[in-house]
């Protein structure tokens, strides 16, 4: 009698009977054995076996089935199921639906979607807006995931190099980004996404003026909704570097959040044609906002007004941002020697 | 006094003993909750040996370190390079190929347990490294495809500057260094590896301002992989390392239980900070003590 649920060696399994284990060899002195579980070492046995006599066949899909399920890492059994799926020309879709249980449990295993992009390359749909909807849905719940980002990245990469990703589908795909960045404005990887869609991409909008124009209100409105939002400041500055514009135009936009006496502030030109933050600015936003300092610092020596750059940093590094004092002063000095 | 902001497990003090033992512990057995790391044993091996190696409590039998030399060169596969593991050697060579990221932990390991290099077959790992480029100039992980992220920092690791990775392409728009050309946010592991590797080809070269500002940006107390994430302590490493040119060991957060990644990486940190004199001195763009790097640069120059 076998106890229910006590776990069944393979070889006592009939269909494994003609197949001789093959043990890891790990020497007299290994370094940093790991106490595997029993199923584990089981199936590694089977599995080196298999893979030594070249075995590509039902029961070996099953077995690389069973060992990632126990190691997602598993990066050699990963490749063997690859090209085990392929030589038996199996159903591909059967192993995407499989691949999105996997998905859901091992979001952070690099190798479970390498193999999901290597199944999309075989596929090749006509159309990858199904792939592209299950990929939205899979960032619902880890909506800042590495791997999932970069997936959604290549799989739009590589389907508008083959000519399949239409006008529609980039306009939806830029609706959904701004959904991600409405629910969550400080994500950055949704501001990377955006980066890709506006900036980056052939073809993107920022390309062209009123493109750039349209951007610029976007960043900016994002800095009035969360003045302290690290993600918009960032893109705003990455915006400005990249189509090499300078930074003191926006500044009447900017200078609200430096805390600056109101005598200090000059009035806002007429021809000022971006979006300002409110007057006055709510109650719950702490001030000065650092990187509103920075912003003005820089374009301070963007007027060669280096002296007056210094001092800003200098405040940034006594008193408004502490934890980087070392850094604040290292630009503070910069200013001063030169 | 307690404070309710602190979290519990938090201490103050360095517990050089209970690291010590920690390590060593790892060394004998790792749990099984290590099984997802048994690709990539030399690796943890690293981890725990450097570490014993910055603690400058690195004694052992000479019985000992030969048997972990021997485990080590067990690995070098007969084309050149290492594998990570035994976990696929049979009779058949075709199922243990080598892999990049191993065979820098290989290597530095052995230099850490100072073993004569001979027998490295270095035209076979030339090979390997050409071989693991792909044309846009990003390195892959082995020769089957499969990219691991961190490896390009790998290369020039090894003083083979042959090869010249444009890491300019995985610059994005926040000045800092994404995993691949085109990959749409920075990380603070990855810009650890395109900056190392850098100044790795370029003796001068240092994180340039704009990246400069992003890594310092990462700070919170502790350091974040990205903006707006949680801290995580191996980024006091990623990121610290790229700007400078009640258990043992060290969990991911304030309560998270010890791995050696973790425990290695936020040791590694600690001597970057210069804050504990009981650590050695850490070479930041080998990851690994000045005295090993010292060791390994005269070595290769011996077998050459």
């Known amino acids: 009698m076998v106890e229910v649920g006590a776990y069944i060696p393979l070889g006592q399994r009939g269909v494994w009977s003609d197949v001789k284990p093959i043990a890891q060899d790990d020497g007299p002195n290994p370094i940093v054995p790991i106490m595997y579980s029993e199923e584990y070492r089981d199936a590694m046995d089977y599995f080196r076996a298999i893979a030594a006599s070249g075995e590509k066949s039902e029961r070996a899909l099953e077995l690389t089935e069973t060992i990632i399920r126990l190691n997602p890492a598993h990066y ?19 192993e995407l639906q499989l691949m999105n249980e996997f998905a859901v449990e091992n979001l952070k295993s690099y190798q479970v979607w390498h193999h999901r992009l290597l199944l999309l390359t075989h596929i090749s749909p006509q159309d990858p807006s199904s792939e592209i909807d299950y990929i939205h849905q899979a960032l619902l719940p880890d909506p800042k995931n590495y791997h999932t980002w970069a997936y959604l990245h290549w799989l739009y990469s590589h389907f508008s190099t083959l000519g399949r990703v239409t006008d529609k589908q980039w306009k939806y795909e830029q609706r959904w980004c701004e959904e991600m960045l409405r629910v969550d404005g400080r994500n950055n990887s949704a501001w990377g996404w955006r980066w890709f869609l506006r900036v980056a991409r052939p073809g993107a909008a920022a390309s062209q003026a009123d493109g750039v124009k349209e951007e610029l209100n976007y960043t900016l409105e994002a800095i009035h909704l969360i003045p302290h939002n690290i ?40 021809t000022f044609e971006f979006p300002l933050p409110s007057d006055p600015l709510p109650n719950d936003t702490p001030l000065p906002v650092p990187l509103a300092l920075e912003y003005l610092g820089d374009s301070l020596i963007e007027q060669n007004q280096t002296i007056e750059a210094g001092e800003v940093f200098g405040e940034l590094s006594m008193e408004y941002d502490r934890m980087r004092t070392g850094y604040w002063e290292f630009r503070r000095r910069e200013c001063v020697e030169e | 006094m307690t404070d309710p902001d602190r979290p519990r497990l938090q201490q103050h003090t360095f517990k050089r003993n209970a690291h010590i033992n920690y390590f060593r512990r790892c060394l004998r057995a790792l749990p099984t909750a290590a099984q997802s790391s048994d690709s990539n044993r030399v690796t943890a091996a690293y981890f725990c040996l450097s570490a014993l190696d910055l603690l400058d409590a690195l004694e052992t039998t000479p019985e000992q370190r030969s048997g972990w030399v021997e485990w080590i060169w067990s690995l070098q596969s007969p084309s050149g390079g290492f594998r990570g593991s035994p976990f696929m050697t049979t ?110 080809l370029n003796h001068t070269a240092t994180a340039g301002d704009a990246t400069l500002r992003w890594l310092v940006g990462r700070q919170l107390g502790g350091f974040q992989g990205r903006p707006s994430k949680l801290q995580d302590v191996c980024y006091s490493f990623w990121c610290g390392a790229a700007i400078s040119s009640p258990l043992g060991g060290f969990g991911k957060e304030p309560e998270d239980y010890p791995d050696p990644f973790h425990s290695y990486l936020a040791l590694a940190a600690l001597s970057l900070s210069h804050s504990q004199a009981e650590l050695k001195p850490l070479d930041a763009r080998w990851n690994v003590s000045v005295g090993t790097r010292t060791w390994l640069v005269t070595e290769i120059a011996r077998i050459k």
Request: charged share 15%.
């Open chain 1, 231 to 270: 993600s918009a400041w960032n893109y705003l500055r990455g915006l400005l570097k990249h189509l090499k514009l300078p930074l003191t135009p926006l500044l009447p936009a900017i200078l609200p959040y430096t805390a600056r006496p109101s005598a200090q502030i000059p009035e806002v030109p007429s």
């Open chain 2, 91 to 200: 009779s058949n060579e075709k199922t243990s190929p080598p892999h990049l990221p191993s065979t820098y932990t290989a290597l530095l390991s052995l230099a850490i347990l100072r073993a004569p290099l001979d027998r490295l077959n270095i035209s076979g790992l030339i090979g390997l490294l050409r071989s693991c480029q792909a044309p846009d100039g990003s390195i892959i992980g082995d020769s089957s495809g499969v990219d691991i992220p961190q490896a390009c920092s790998f290369v020039e690791r090894c003083q083979v500057s042959l090869l010249n990775p444009p890491h300019a392409d995985k610059k994005t728009w926040e000045g800092a260094y994404a995993s691949r050309p085109g990959v749409v946010e920075a990380q603070g592991g990855t810009t650890y590896c395109s900056v190392a590797a850098l100044s790795l």
């Open chain 1, 76 to 94: 050699t059994v990963w490749q063997y199921r690859m090209s085990t799926l392929l030589e038996l020309k199996k159903d591909l879709e059967e």
